[in-house]
Nanobody, 122 residues
């Protein structure tokens, strides 16, 4: 497993942007896919985006396609999520996650961060 720590959340007005970061430590030499999930108040946690170990493939939920961009920096063992054109519906706690298999990651990651709050005011 890898240890994950998110940062970069905050309060932003609708239409604004944020960049979330997820720093990985621990068993980072073994290949692992990484992704983001979010949980809004009163709702279940949902998949947002994922990226393969190589970075060659990315996946997005339909609700964020064209607005959010996932990327990773191997030298820094860090993953990013650029959030653009934010709406109040994007308000949630955003969680970083990891798993060696990206298909399993989208369903049941085996590593989670503690979460970072994103609040979008209307």
């Amino acid at each position: 497993q890898v240890h994950l720590v998110e940062s970069g959340g905050g309060l932003v007005q609708a239409g604004g942007s944020l960049r979330l970061s997820c720093a990985a430590s621990g068993r980072t030499n073994s290949p692992y896919a990484m992704g983001w999930f979010r949980q809004a108040p009163g709702k279940e946690r949902e998949f947002v985006a994922a990226i393969t170990w190589s970075g060659a493939n990315t996946y997005y939920a339909d609700s964020v396609k064209g607005r959010f961009t996932i990327s990773r920096d191997y030298a820094k063992a860090t993953m990013y999520l650029q959030l653009n054109t934010l709406t109040p519906e994007d308000t949630a706690v955003y969680y970083c996650a990891a798993h060696k298999n990206i298909l399993v990651l989208r369903i049941q990651p085996d590593s989670w961060g503690q979460g970072t709050q994103v609040t979008v005011s209307g």
